[in-house]
DNA sequence: CCAAAAGTGTTGTTGTTACACCCATGC
DNA sequence: GCATGGGTGTAACAACAACACTTTTGG
């Protein structure tokens, strides 16, 4: 007897905005099984398209989103995780900002919105599983990576990077004790503009600085960023 | 047009051996393709078990080896990575003692053997990418977590861990601080027992307690072991 | 002049590294 | 008695954590 199990893949995309924190891209499901449930975004992998290629093809065709951050995060096979017939998805994570990109429903996808981690609905298949895999996973990642890059505005004041910190970390940080690990690192460059939203003193803004991460990245440098 | 990808599973187990070094388990292929060429052990997930099943009943299937820790690793699925039809492999790896086991081909293996890390034959498909990927899985893991566990006998003298870990990092480390290091996480205890093995002083036994580790691990404690 | 957010250094404590000699055994 | 591997403590240094007041703006 041959096997007909089917490939999706699925991802996991992460927005995150200094007001409303960190969300997730889900989409509303227009078909049965789970019709109108939200889900993450994912399908089918085509017969000649890579894993990686298939992903983003699906986000951009239920979605709109294009992701430029992307990362297998891990593969979900139990024989009834689907239930017409068996599935095995490989599961991505990807990061953006959400601001970049005008949400448009597509294909199987009713609706596409962004919804905070912490007021997740109620999600189809086994999909409750995978994003909290995925947020366990930016987590350790955030640990000993900046990830600040993918999710932060090119330029951005200090304290937005603190407070995506504080809010992946669930935990309070030491303004004084974090500029100073950070700047050690010296990839995060401070520039001669201001800015000022709302009220307060004008905060100086910052950038990094790919080059030099990538380059100590490769010298195997290690980012410790447990805080 | 109905996908048609097919779903395998493939195993990198880990063996560790004081005078052999870290070595990893291959099958020699029956068939074709790369018929005579070394392998991971693996083979197609059948419809009704999970993926973790798969690994372990192809593992036996084909190596006689019953793996107690098994992890997933990664999937490949490139569209050309199996020259007959297209493949996504999910990946695991997994820890032994090769004491413990008496291997033994069967079904589509025509041998199994321990092969050495630095001294690995050319292998099929694009199973070198997946070794190489558990190889730096497996130092990445060991540097938060002691991996000694799976691979050390059940009483060991300290110098066993530290030989494991010096060759898996690669690394030479300072006797006394490495093992300060170790005992302050009290998870490893001394016993009453000495073992002498060829020349020199005895040396005392030592054996993890799984069970303090485990708390220590659920309590959310890091074992920096980065060294 | 008040509220709000940004900015800025120092000190005590803790953890990490470097380092060298003695011990128990077999041959 | 010598070769082999096992066992042990301390001191200098570096890293980290704790901590509070001043500055700039808008209203």
New binding site residues.
């Given amino acids: 007897m041959p096997q007909s199990i089917k490939v999706a893949v699925d991802a996991v995309v992460f927005g995150y905005d200094a007001e409303e924190g960190v969300s997730v891209l889900l989409i509303k499901r227009k078909f049965e099984p789970f019709q109108k449930f939200w889900a993450l975004p994912g399908g089918l992998v085509k017969d000649d398209e890579s894993l990686e290629e298939a992903v983003r093809r699906e986000l951009k065709e239920e979605s709109g989103v294009d992701v430029t951050y992307l990362e297998q995060l891990y593969s979900f096979g139990k024989p009834d995780r689907d239930p017409r017939n068996r599935v095995v998805s490989i599961t991505y994570y990807g990061l953006v900002r959400p601001k970049d990109y005008q949400l448009s429903a597509q294909t199987d996808a009713e609706d596409v919105a962004w919804f905070n981690i912490s007021r997740l609905p109620k999600l189809a298949f086994d999909h409750k599983q995978i994003v909290e895999t995925a947020i366990k996973r930016l987590r350790g990642k955030l640990a000993y990576e900046p990830v600040g890059f993918e999710l932060l505005d090119k330029k951005f004041?200090?304290?937005d990077l603190e407070k995506l910190y504080q809010t992946l970390l669930a935990t309070q940080l030491?303004?004084?004790?974090f500029?100073?690990?950070i700047m050690s690192y010296g990839f995060l460059e401070e520039l001669d503009e201001?800015v000022?939203r709302?009220?307060?003193?004008?905060?100086?803004l910052f950038q990094f600085n790919r080059k030099k991460y990538f380059e100590l990245k490769d010298k195997g440098y290690n980012f410790?960023l447990f805080?």
Same sequence: chains 1, 2.
């Fill in positions: 004041p200090f304290s030491d303004r004084r004790n500029k100073k690990r201001n000022q709302s009220v307060g003193r004008p905060a100086a410790d805080l």
